[in-house]
């Protein structure tokens, strides 16, 4: 690269918060939408008049998106470049363009000082707790929505393929340890009419869990709670599962917290359990994005959510695995319909 063109780059990286803002507002502003709309673009005095935001306003963020390549102009006319038309239409860019703003945004300003006490401090921005699960359910409703949006968008395309490889030996109990709301125990259940799930988690995420399952009467007899806060070491899971399953759960913690998770799991385990680990490996994308998307958020893990975990490569998690007295008898690429990898176990 010439100097002059990394120098660009640099500015590109300096001035980043600006052209994310501009992108955000553009979008919650309807912008994009009057713009895609429209064939052959609009004015700026077109699309301040679709829009009825002032033309001043109009015309710095416009300004701004075409700089960021997000817009071009054709005469007096813009248009959505392909930059632009991703961050209006596509889901994935969608949530997590919401998901920053909403969750991450003012807490990653506190970036250094959570890295060097190896603390969420970020954290604050959003509400008082020591990290962000206790908080989940509580968060006011648009940031909530943002944060499940964001959650769900990487594990709902899953189930289908997911639920396949976890019902191939036909287990009768489940434990869904971290089961958030509860997306996971409904799928199994309407998915065998003979399974029973039992969801663990923290109280506060079980209120929530009950209450989205009270709605489905065909489910709700077949699903068990158990509160448990699984750092706290005296903490036992129960026996009797025969699956133990954990989805975009692990990586919610440290190497050693997720060794210490193992090791409970292992200590309540039948002989003949099968444990199934499904997560988002940056070493196992597809695509590009995906890979960038994952180390992104392991940013929001450090400055928000709890200071010291992140999203792994499978290397990390497999040498975890065979540390916790684990043997990884099997390994699932969902890449056909998501980014998931679902690694499959069994005590040594």
Known sequence: MKA????????????????????????????????????????????????????????????????????????????????????ARDKMTHVNLMFTQDICYKGLFHLEEAIKEGKPAGLKEIGPWKTIYPGLSILPEDLKKSWFDFDHFYSDNSFIDALKIIFK?????????GGNTGKWAL????????????????????????KNISNHPESRDRIH????????????????????WMSQFLDCFSEHEIEAILLKIKASAKPDAKIYIMELFIDQQRFPAAEFS????????????????????????????????????????????SYHTILELKIK
Request: with cysteine; net charge negative; charged share 20%.
């Open 4 to 87: 002059i063109n990394a120098l660009y780059e640099a500015q590109k990286i300096a001035f980043s918060p600006f052209v994310f803002q501009t992108a955000y507002t553009m979008h919650s502003l309807g912008i994009f939408d009057v713009i895609f709309e429209t064939k052959g673009g609009l004015s700026i005095d077109e699309i301040s008049s679709k829009t009825k935001v002032a033309k001043y306003g109009i015309t710095v963020l416009i300004e701004m998106a075409e700089a960021s390549s997000i817009v071009v102009k054709e005469g007096d006319k813009y248009s959505l470049t392909k930059i632009g038309y991703f961050l």
């Open 169 to 177: 030996d036909k287990p009768k109990m489940i434990y869904d340890i």
């Open 187 to 210: 799928a199994s259940t309407k998915h065998d009419a003979g399974v029973n799930v039992t969801i663990l988690d923290l109280p506060v995420q079980l209120k929530a869990a009950k």
């Open 225 to 244: 709670y158990h509160a448990i806060d699984l750092l706290v070491p005296e903490n036992a899971i129960p026996e009797g599962a025969d699956v133990y």
């Open 294 to 337: 994952l180390i992104a958020t392991s940013l929001y893990f450090t400055a928000i959510a709890n200071g010291n975990s992140k999203m792994y490569s499978s290397s990390v998690f497999k040498y975890i695995i065979e540390k916790a007295g684990f043997e990884c008898i099997g390994e699932y690429n969902l890449h056909a319909e």
